[in-house]
């Protein structure tokens, strides 16, 4: 079923043609991706498809009385309203059912307002809808339902009004980069809930493994033009990758860009993240392997940074406390030549403020900061780049620096660098405040890199960066050969150019993890793997075989539950072996689309039935503990 068809529609601005004549459709049940440089009129699309812009050629039809909700990158809220008014404003008989039920529970003696809203809930089947939204605002941190909008950071307006959103339950849900401002654990929430429902979806998002593990469709408008590819991201891949080969020599360099990606992609196989995986002995282990995957990197671009000393960072006994908010207690750390680490963690445990008391920006209340003499930091940060009026995209790079140095002495000038991050010679000569928000992001980030530092520290840089873009940095990085300090939560980016984490629980507990995001989440599973088994083989626990028949803890079971419990988690080790198995696969530079396509499938029905299959063991375990 047909929800929105787009028709030849067209848009510029003065000289500056984004795109022309172009169509294309949304039906039931598709999760589709727009897929863009920056600049080229993703969020355009986006603006008339919701209204805020209209086209300058073509149109755009809806399905009749079809519920449409769009998330935006800066949603508009009404600032008098708490979190519960707002998620109560919406135009949905669902929720109206609920508000005038939670009206008259507070006026128990009106008897007849209270049997009209209890049979108004019967009606819509309310009862679960109500638990759910719950659920909802609970998982984006938005528990607090009478906070007011006005005090709300920019975080949590993008995320509550994506929580709205979401509780609308829209036939068809518009998003533009639904995961920025999110934490790991909300994304991760995030991915498995679009995954689970039967949502229609059209997004613009960045996240790689958002792409692959919950789209079903992506759309690439490049050069003004759309091209269809009916898959995931690895999908994508290996038709763009068969596409530029049949293109002109001029893009020579975006085809190996592409083929270094599917490359990776295929020999760099994900598991879920959230549920159980095949155990991982030990720190050593995860060690090995990840400076494996360094030392398996080729330098393709030999910089020659200033000589590092041997006194590079040293922190010690670093503590940092706000009001009623403790950052960090005591911690210590001495940097090495060459490391690269990611800092992970809920948004709010003091990732930036981390990042500001290493730059001097901020200030520990006690322990010292020693910054080694031949240390030279380019930061990045969230904060982007100062724009002057009338100041062009050249002028803003070379205030800061002409050139990079390389090796055996060659060098990248300013231009060169422009030109490697997706400005060309016309667009270097652009006024910066031509600029989208996702070029200027681009440029902010080479005005870093020109300034040849030895140690980088970036705070977010994949935010609002298209893929190409982020292929290009992804690049320079694993070719920068100073110390690394990256704060994201771009779980692609942190595994593919991290090989060391600092893991940030909140509450000043801060982990030393030696390997990239998805180790250490494959390492947490484990853990919880080996904890339940541990629980399950205690002896101080199991008296005889049919202990569990008189032990208080699992009394509550029936004779089959228990013996479901039992066989439960090696049904989930053999699934767990399946996954591994249809991973490997991935690895074969043979397949074709059809192949990767299928094996995806494969691969997606392997994690649902370990996914059905764990949340099954933690409900009979509830009942054991109960």
């Not at 909300?186 to 613009?204: D, G, H, R």
């Amino acid at each position: 079923m047909n929800l929105l068809s787009v028709e030849n529609i067209a848009k510029s601005y003065g000289e500056n043609v984004l795109f022309s004549d172009i169509s294309f459709g949304i039906n039931k049940g598709q999760k589709i991706a727009l897929i863009a440089k920056n600049g080229n009129g993703k969020t355009s699309i986006l603006n008339i498809l919701s209204g805020d812009d209209s086209p300058d050629a073509g149109q755009i039809n809806y399905r009749k009385e079809i519920r449409v909700s769009f998330l935006s990158q800066e949603p508009v809220l009404d600032p008098n309203l708490t979190i519960e008014e707002t998620i109560f404003a919406a135009d949905n008989e669902l929720l109206r059912a609920i508000a005038n039920y939670d009206k008259a529970l507070a006026n128990p003696d009106d008897q007849d307002a209270y049997q009209k809203a209890f049979e108004e809930m019967e009606r819509y089947n309310a009862w679960d809808f109500e638990t759910q939204y719950k659920q909802i605002l609970s998982k984006l941190k938005l528990d607090n339902i009478h906070l007011k909008i006005n005090i709300l950071s920019g975080g949590q307006k993008k995320r509550l009004a994506l929580a709205n959103a979401l509780i609308n339950k829209p036939d068809l849900l518009i998003l533009d980069e639904p995961t920025n401002h999110l934490d790991l654990e909300m994304i991760e929430w995030l991915e498995q809930y679009f995954a689970k429902e039967n949502m229609t979806l059209f997004m613009v998002t960045h996240d790689r493994y958002f792409l692959e593990r919950v789209c079903n469709e992506i759309i690439e408008l490049d050069n003004g033009k759309l091209y269809p590819y009916k898959g995931n991201y690895s999908y994508y891949l290996e038709k763009k990758e068969a596409r530029l080969e049949q293109e002109a020599v001029e893009l020579h360099k975006s085809k190996i860009l592409f083929k270094k990606e599917l490359t990776w992609m295929r020999r760099q196989p994900k598991a879920r993240t959230t549920k159980s995986k095949s155990r991982i002995d030990d720190f050593k282990a995860i060690k090995e392997k990840a400076h494996q995957r360094r030392n398996d990197h080729q330098v393709q671009l030999e910089i020659n940074m200033e000589r590092m000393g041997s006194k590079i960072l040293e922190l010690h006994k670093i503590s940092k406390a706000y009001t009623d908010k403790p950052i960090l207690n005591q911690f210590e750390y001495n940097f090495l030549r060459g490391e690269r680490i990611g800092i992970i963690g809920k948004n709010g445990a003091g990732k930036s403020t981390f990042l500001n008391i290493i730059t001097g920006q901020d200030t520990p209340d006690s322990g010292k900061v020693i910054v080694g003499d031949t240390i030279k930091f380019g930061y990045y940060t969230q904060k982007g780049i100062k724009i002057k009026e009338g100041q062009k995209v050249i002028d803003v790079i070379r205030e800061f620096g002409d050139y990079i140095p390389l090796k055996k002495g060659n060098q990248i000038s300013a231009q060169q660098l422009l030109e490697r991050f997706m400005f060309d010679r016309k667009k270097q000569y652009d006024f910066v405040e031509k600029l989208s928000g996702g070029e200027r992001k681009r440029l902010y980030l080479c005005t870093v890199l020109i300034q040849n530092p030895n140690f980088l520290i970036l705070d977010e840089p994949t935010n609002d960066l298209d893929i190409v873009t982020l292929n290009v940095l992804e690049s320079f990085l694993l070719d920068f050969p100073g110390c690394l300090l990256v704060v994201s939560h771009d779980r692609y980016f942190m595994d593919k150019i991290v090989d060391h984490l600092f893991v940030f629980r909140g509450d000043t507990v801060i982990d030393d993890f030696p390997g990239n995001y998805s180790d250490f989440r494959a390492y947490e599973n484990s853990v919880v793997i080996e904890n339940r088994t541990a629980k399950k083989e205690n002896p101080e626990k199991k008296s005889d075989k049919n202990s569990w028949k008189n032990e208080g803890k699992t009394k509550k079971l029936s004779f089959n539950e228990q013996k479901e419990y039992n066989q439960i988690e090696k049904a989930i080790q053999k699934l767990e072996a399946k996954k591994v198995e249809i991973q490997n696969k991935f690895m074969d530079t043979t397949l074709s689309g059809d192949d990767i396509a299928n094996l995806s499938k494969d691969l997606k029905e392997v994690e649902d039935s370990i996914e059905i299959k764990t949340e099954r063991w933690f409900e009979l375990s509830a009942m054991m503990e109960e």
